[in-house]
T-cell receptor, first 115, second 111 residues
Framework: DTGVSQDPRHKITKRGQNVTFRCDPI?????LYWYRQTLGQGPEFLTY????????KSRLLSDRFSAERPKGSFSTLEIQRTEQGDSAMYLC?????????????FGPGTRLTVT | KQEVTQIPAALSVPEGENLVLNCSFT??????LQWFRQDPGKGLTSLLL?????REQTSGRLNASLDKSSGRSTLYIAASQPGDSATYLC??????????FGKGTSLLVTP
């Protein structure tokens, strides 16, 4: 399968714990994005990378969130000191920017439940 | 901030019907508009992408149109099937990177 993969698919954690999610993009894609989706809503942009550089972060990305993309390959999203409001589906997407077309391909998501 | 609205929020149709899903956005200065399908508890599957210079795109039974001047896009599904049941999301890109999503239209196609 050459699509976007995410791990784990589900994570249950207690409030205050740290969690880390991983995303493996489509191999030739140079851009990688993180979004968050809560029930009944569309996904909301969190941050994105072009190669290994993190170029933009949303105001939704508080100081407790950090994302990395070492060597421009896979990416990790870490949430420190989790809160119940962090419960959501975390989606990763990747794209290969060609001209102005920027079709984003999404992974299956990681569902986080904070108890 | 760009607002993306999808109407209707939910739709139920019998199998075989043709249907139209609507998406409107407030800022006409978009780069791309992308339609997605999402099954319950799953990620998003890209259906069609329309660049700002294009008016429509087609894939199989799906046809998406874009009218930047009116801030509207429509997704037309021909000869609907029960397997088309899912939530359909439209998203516009006006920043060069982030997608702004609507809340989606939940479609149920009954046999």
């Amino acid at each position: 399968d050459t699509g976007v993969s995410q791990d784990p698919r589900h994570k249950i954690t207690k409030r205050g714990q740290n969690v880390t999610f991983r995303c493996d993009p489509i191999s030739e894609h140079n851009r990688l994005y993180w979004y968050r989706q809560t029930l009944g809503q569309g996904p909301e942009f969190l941050t994105y990378f072009q190669n290994e550089a993190q170029l933009e972060k949303s105001r939704l990305l508080s100081d407790r969130f950090s994302a990395e993309r070492p060597k421009g390959s896979f990416s990790t999203l870490e949430i420190q000191r989790t809160e119940q409001g962090d419960s959501a589906m975390y989606l990763c997407a990747s794209s290969l920017l060609l001209d102005r077309a920027n079709e984003q391909y999404f992974g299956p998501g990681t569902r986080l439940t904070v108890t | 901030k760009q607002e993306v609205t999808q109407i209707p929020a939910a739709l139920s149709v019998p199998e075989g019907e043709n249907l139209v899903l609507n998406c409107s956005f407030t800022d006409s200065a978009i780069y791309n508009l992308q339609w997605f399908r999402q099954d319950p508890g799953k990620g998003l599957t890209s259906l069609l992408l329309i660049q700002s210079s294009q008016r429509e795109q087609t894939s199989g039974r799906l046809n998406a149109s874009l009218d930047k001047s009116s801030g509207r896009s429509t997704l037309y599904i021909a000869a609907s099937q029960p397997g088309d049941s899912a939530t359909y999301l439209c998203a516009e890109e006006n920043s060069g990177y982030a997608l702004n999503f609507g809340k989606g239209t939940s479609l149920l196609v009954t046999p």
